[in-house]
């Protein structure tokens, strides 16, 4: 094993918590560093030169605390500067894209796929172009949702919380009505928001996220590279923020059930 022996993830802020979880399942005797850029976040509003250029100074920040692997838990990053950064990282690189969107296209039965993510990911339209390569008759149908973001990073999250639904209902009634069978979280941050749109879609919509497909797509690479580490014993995650790390350890304490009180670091990112 080298001494690069952590798997780095990032995302503009708590939204790749959602993987983190994934990740900690499905490979829990794996060291994870994860980066959430709370002092910029959101990303999904902000033009293509500006996200690239966060995203090469996330993954700098991991590679320099040696990680073997970076994995980008945002959909905006993976769908603005994916094929750059899987082209220029020095180590294996993977986005949240391309596995969610193979899940969504096994999982659909009636052809419907719906997709929500940042203004940036709708715009870009990676997830729809990604369907269209594997099944070029699916219907594909984009939403844009960019107050979910807010709503996550302030912990407005509750399945009954009155705001919540009201912004679910806004944005989502008209894949309702489209009668999407599949429905693709394209952000990390919105399966904090999983029971919220659970409930308004109904049990019969099947909501797709990108956290365990990517999990174990990245379990996959670690294994065919030769990269996964001799000491299986499980353990605990670093996590680095870019502000302070209060909001950040509220909402991911009640996200992942555990104390961050001593793992929750403060960074000046600028500086990578
Ligand atoms: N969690 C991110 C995503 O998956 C970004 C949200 C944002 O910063 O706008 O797109």
């Known amino acids: 094993m080298s001494s690069r022996d952590?798997?780095?993830?990032?995302?503009?802020?708590?939204?790749?918590?959602?993987?983190?979880?994934e990740f900690m399942r499905v490979l829990p005797g794996e060291r994870i560093i994860y980066f959430g850029d709370t002092g910029r976040v959101p990303y999904g509003t902000r033009s293509r030169d500006t996200i690239r250029k966060y995203a090469f100074q996330d993954a700098d920040f991991l590679l320099k605390n040696n990680v073997k692997m970076v994995v980008a838990a945002c959909g905006t990053v993976s769908s603005v500067a994916g094929s750059e950064l899987e082209e220029k990282l020095?180590?294996?690189y993977t986005g949240v894209v391309n596995p969610t969107v193979y899940t969504a296209v096994r999982k659909t039965k009636n052809g419907k796929i719906g997709v929500i993510g940042t203004s940036a990911t709708v715009n870009s339209h990676s997830y729809k172009k990604r369907i269209h390569k594997l099944n070029p008759g699916l219907e594909v149908f984009e939403q844009a949702c960019p107050l979910f973001v807010p709503l996550v990073e302030n912990g407005v999250i509750h399945r009954d919380d009155q705001i919540t639904?009201?912004?679910?209902?806004?944005?989502?009634?008209?894949l309702k009505e489209q009668g999407v069978d599949a429905l693709i979280l394209g952000c990390t941050h919105f399966p904090l928001?999983?029971?919220a749109i659970s409930d308004f879609m109904g049990e019969e919509v099947e909501l797709i996220d990108s956290g365990c497909e990517t999990a174990l797509y990245a379990a996959k690479v670690l294994k065919e590279q030769n990269l996964l580490n001799?000491?299986?014993?499980?353990?605990?995650?670093?996590?680095?923020?870019?502000?302070?790390?209060?909001?950040?350890?509220?909402?991911?304490?009640?996200?992942?059930?555990?104390?961050?009180?001593h793992t929750v670091t403060q960074i000046d990112i600028e500086q990578y």
Do not use: C, W
Request: proline share 5%.
């Open 193 to 195: 928001l999983h029971g």
């Open 90 to 92: 020095a180590v294996p």
């Open 6 to 21: 952590a798997i780095g993830i990032f995302d503009s802020g708590l939204g790749g918590l959602s993987a983190v979880k």
């Open 230 to 261: 001799d000491d299986q014993s499980v353990k605990t995650p670093e996590f680095y923020v870019s502000d302070t790390p209060e909001g950040f350890k509220n909402v991911a304490e009640l996200f992942l059930g555990r104390d961050m009180e």
């Open 165 to 174: 639904r009201l912004v679910v209902q806004r944005y989502l009634s008209e």
